[in-house]
């Protein structure tokens, strides 16, 4: 028997994705400390120092820090507007790919009966009725457009946080790279725990509101809800690939025109093409990357979720071994914040010799924690032993097979990390 109640589960989920929002707007805030903006308290006595989090920036010999924090400030600024002009005419078009995209799912997925409003039978039992084809394509072009709103919100927002702290690692890297590289670490971790609280928050809040209708058909509830991840799926295909060829041609042109033609040094800000290469790199490396991880996030959750639908516990409405695919995600923001914790407040990082075996360190810890942590949830979760539906048949397992599987993925991930950095890096032979 599994130990975890129904109440608990139902707690943890959001509890954890609303821990990750606050440490995510802690880390933007912290960020937030850097003053980029030039006031009239910026020059002490001549000296070229500027106000920064900790006191002062030790600028170069000859720099003089307000016009550096003016240059960094404008040049943000123009790649800033850039970005979300950029984004705004994307997700503009993309609205209405969206919309005529859900209408063909709607069609698609009704006429497989003829538009039935009649209950069919359920997958893992034909003696059971489960949802009406009607409502199943309802209730997935709800969850598309879901999945997609909240994938463009996650690019979104690692636009803003990317556009946002450029400017301020430029001037922390004035102190040494140890500063710098927290302010960028720290400024990708915003857009990391944001897109993945949001993910979970937003599944979580889907699942409780369809359950209004479906009640206990899980069947129907989790085939609706894989909607969910190919609208995430859908966004970034257009997020990834529409930026990155914008970014390309951009950095082809400034080359050609910058450096061939008019003989300006390469990423010059004097060249505009330079400033839209920079609003491409965000737009497509960030925005799409966000939109990109939301899509591959949502894409697994909710085919597991389905898989669990249709076994055992979906059969016998056991809710913590049906929502243990976000259990385990939820474990995995705990896990993330303190592993964090190891690079930005528990050791400090003064030369770029530190910073490769600091972040290989993070993987490490973060999957030792991690192993711990789906342990700990499959086996207070889930039962002993459980069926799972075969297509036809019915399939025996148990609940350390799930974290076995859990844990080969986890593990594979680190041995593909070093392999890479192994290949990749000139610190090898």
């Not at 599994?2 to 589960?9: E, Y």
């Not at 997609?148 to 919100?153: C, F, G, H, K």
Request: charged residues 15%.
């Amino acid at each position: 028997m599994h130990h975890l109640s129904s109440p608990v589960a139902h707690a943890l989920i959001p509890v954890a994705a609303l821990i990750g929002i606050a440490f995510a707007l802690y880390q933007w805030y912290l960020v937030s400390k850097i003053k980029v903006s030039v006031d009239n308290q910026t020059h002490e006595n001549g000296n070229g120092n500027v106000n920064g989090e900790n006191g002062t920036h030790e600028m170069e010999e000859g720099v003089d820090g307000l016009d550096v924090r003016k240059k960094c400030a404008e040049i943000q600024e123009a790649v800033s507007i850039g970005a979300n002009s950029f984004l705004f005419t994307e997700y503009k078009y993309l609205g209405y790919f969206m919309t005529a995209f859900a209408v063909v799912i709607f069609l698609f997925l009704g006429s497989v009966h003829n538009f039935s409003t009649h209950k069919k039978p359920c997958a893992y039992d034909e003696s059971k009725l489960c949802h009406s084809p009607v409502a199943n394509a309802v209730f997935s072009c709800i969850a598309f457009i879901l999945g997609a709103l909240t994938s463009v919100l996650s690019g979104y927002l690692g636009m803003k946080i990317a556009t946002y702290a450029n400017a301020r690692t430029t001037l922390e890297a004035q102190k040494g790279v140890g500063p710098a590289f927290i302010v960028a670490y720290r400024s990708g971790a915003v857009m990391g725990f944001l897109l993945a609280s949001l993910a979970l928050l937003v599944l979580y809040i889907a699942i409780n509101v369809f359950k209004l209708y479906f009640h206990d058909d899980w069947e129907g509830l989790y085939d609706s809800i894989t909607g969910y991840g190919l609208g995430g799926s859908s966004v970034a295909l257009f997020g990834r690939v529409g930026g990155g060829i914008y970014t390309k041609a951009a950095d082809v042109g400034a080359d050609l025109v910058g450096k061939v033609e008019r003989n300006i040094p390469e990423d010059d800000p004097r060249n505009p093409a330079v400033i839209a290469d920079n609003v491409g790199d965000n737009v497509g490396d960030i925005a799409g990357m966000g939109s990109d991880l939301f899509g591959s996030y949502a894409e697994s959750s909710c085919a597991a979720l389905f898989v669990a639908s249709i076994s055992s516990f979906g059969i016998n409405h056991e809710f913590p071994a049906m929502v243990y695919p976000l259990l385990i995600s939820s474990m995995g923001i705990i896990v993330c914040l303190i592993t964090t914790l190891f690079v930005t407040d528990f050791q400090k990082l003064t030369t770029i010799k530190d910073i490769g075996p600091a972040l290989k360190n993070q993987i490490l810890i973060s999957t030792v924690l991690m192993t711990g942590g789906v342990a700990l949830v499959t086996f207070v979760t889930l039962p002993v032993h459980f069926t799972l539906f075969d297509f036809g048949r019915e399939k025996h397992a148990k609940n350390w097979h799930l974290f076995f599987c859990v844990c080969s993925g986890l593990w594979a991930g680190l041995v593909i990390g070093y392999t890479t950095e192994y290949y990749t890096s000139n610190a090898f032979q």
